[in-house]
């Protein structure tokens, strides 16, 4: 007598790429305080956290209610921090970045003020606070720091408005600063690492909610955008198991190509790095629809975090030779009023374009064709080479 189920086959077992996310119960270290604010904020603001220009009335009222935040950050900041990273819902926004990026937003309008009303010294101050918060992010994935880049980016470019405004003195504690902000700064390698478990954990949400019949609700929260790459998901389910699961398997390895592609060209400037990784999509490839859509953030975090890295390291050098004008000197015939790390254009791994003249001087980076196009920029101070805001 044989027993029941004798000769039948297991079902196919579905392979696991990531733990789900957990309540994580962060120490409660600086970071995580941090952390808690920016959801905080978002709590607090209602449809101002998405909002896109506000009123001077609007602003005011803003402002009143970040305040009491902003001095919270300051605190925080004051000792050392670093995330603690765990990944999360990947299509689902990060309520705490939304949050700090509108306290961000907030900072560059008192910068703006301060610059205004001749305090200088509370500019640099909230322009430094605002540099350390974005950079902070850095210790996330690609997502989060991409985010920090842009509260970085826009509390420079709120201080470049009328930087000159400030004394020698200041421009030299300035400087200081920044380089003491940047020097703290988490490596690239932190960032790629996140990035790859974020990788994996956006194959195990589509695996999960493709099992479960939710591809729907991954078509609300991302958009009409995406619902081309998550067409493939319709088909999918009416599959058999070894389709599901040799489709899944081939995006997870999309995903690890990915993550392979930023840690071996992360930390090469712009022009040394290998070309991005092509999605070619056909009929017997449809998951690199999807791998197109979704597992590019980390290109998008290195040409976006390049220039901020670029401008940051132009504005230590811009203060340091401007304090040599503001005290009465010419500019030096080199950049070596700084170390090596601050004069090398990131784009390149070159020092910085330098043109100095009896009264003034020409200071600016390749960009992004890695090109000397002998300081020709755009409107943005972008394109082809890239400059400090407002020096051009």
């Not at 985010?147 to 300035?174: F, H, P, W, Y």
């Not at 040799?246 to 090469?268: G, I």
Request: charge should be negative; glycine fraction near 6%.
């Amino acid at each position: 007598m044989t027993s029941s189920g004798c000769g039948q086959k297991s079902p196919p077992v579905f392979p696991t790429y990531s733990s789900p996310p957990a309540t994580v119960t962060q120490n409660p270290g600086p970071a995580s305080q941090i952390i808690q604010i920016g959801k905080q904020i978002s709590d607090s603001v209602g449809s101002s956290l998405v909002q896109v220009q506000f009123t001077p009335r609007q602003s005011k009222t803003l402002e009143a209610t970040i305040s009491p935040f902003i001095l919270q950050v300051q605190t925080a900041l004051q000792s050392p921090c670093q995330l603690q990273f765990s990944v999360s819902n990947p299509f689902a926004p990060s309520q705490s970045n939304l949050g700090l990026a509108l306290l961000g937003r907030v900072l560059s309008w008192r910068i703006l003020d301060d610059l205004t009303t001749q305090n200088g010294d509370d500019a640099i101050q909230m322009f430094l606070l605002g540099t350390k918060l974005g950079f902070l992010l850095d210790g996330g994935d690609a997502q989060d720091a991409i985010i920090g880049d842009q509260i970085a980016d826009a509390v420079r470019k709120a201080l470049m408005t009328n930087l000159l405004s400030l004394g020698a003195s200041q421009l030299e504690s300035l400087a200081s600063g920044v380089q003491s902000v940047l020097a703290e700064r988490p490596p690239r390698s932190v960032t790629v690492q996140n990035e790859a478990a974020t990788l994996m954990n956006i194959v195990e949400t589509i695996q999960d909610s493709t099992l479960q019949g939710k591809q729907e609700d991954m078509a609300r929260i991302l958009g009409p955008s995406a619902r081309l790459s998550l067409s493939a998901l319709v088909h999918l389910q009416s599959e058999n198991s070894a389709s599901q699961i040799n489709f899944f398997t081939h995006l997870a390895n999309q995903a690890k190509q990915q993550s392979s592609w930023l840690e071996a060209n992360a930390n090469f400037p712009t022009s040394k790095r290998a070309a991005p990784l092509k999605y070619k999509v056909t009929a017997a490839a449809p998951w690199k629809e999807l791998a197109a859509y979704l597992m590019t953030t980390g290109n998008s975090w290195l040409q976006v975090d390049d220039a901020t890295l670029a401008r940051t390291r132009l504005l230590i050098l811009y203060c340091l030779l401007e304090v040599q004008i503001k005290t009465g000197h010419a500019p030096p015939p080199t950049l070596s009023v700084a170390d090596t790390a601050t004069r090398t254009d990131p784009f390149t791994g070159k020092p910085f374009f330098y043109v100095p003249s009896q009264h003034g001087f020409l200071l600016y980076s390749a960009g992004e064709n890695g090109l000397d196009d002998g300081g020709s920029t755009d409107p943005t101070f972008t394109y082809p080479d890239l400059f400090l805001e407002n020096t051009r």
